[in-house]
């Protein structure tokens, strides 16, 4: 059993930034890490993911914007998202898929508003 517990949101204006963080209560060598954001009225999109030999993807909408990053030393995968858009408010959750036993884990999520 994996625990997953993010930090970092809150408020940012338009244009503005935010580093988010997810800490795993053990070793994320061997997880696929994935962030993915929900928005009310929205279903949950996948945001940014990074394999454990650290290949990543992104969304269309926040390529160029957003960085997902791992630090498997601090068990820590974080997302720097620059050039916020009110439209990336949301809920922001991170994801940790074992990549080879069928097994995956969330975290509770943390809030990201983008406002004025």
């Known amino acids: 059993q994996v625990q997953l517990v993010e930090s970092g949101g809150g408020l940012a204006q338009p244009g503005g930034s935010l580093r988010l963080s997810c800490a795993a209560s053990?070793?994320?060598?061997?997880?696929?890490m994935s962030w993915y954001r929900q928005a009310p009225g929205n279903q949950r999109e996948l945001v940014a993911a990074?394999?454990?030999?650290?290949?990543?993807n992104y969304a269309d909408s926040v390529k160029g914007r957003f960085t997902i990053s791992r630090d498997n030393a601090k068990n820590t995968v974080y997302l720097q998202m620059n050039s916020l858009s009110p439209e990336d408010t949301a809920i922001y959750y991170c994801?940790?898929?074992?990549?080879?036993?069928?097994?995956?884990?969330w975290g509770k999520g943390t809030l990201v508003t983008v406002s004025s």
């Open positions: 994801r940790a898929a074992h990549s080879i036993l069928s097994m995956s884990y």
């Open positions: 990074i394999s454990n030999g650290g290949i990543t």
């Open positions: 053990g070793s994320i060598d061997r997880f696929a």
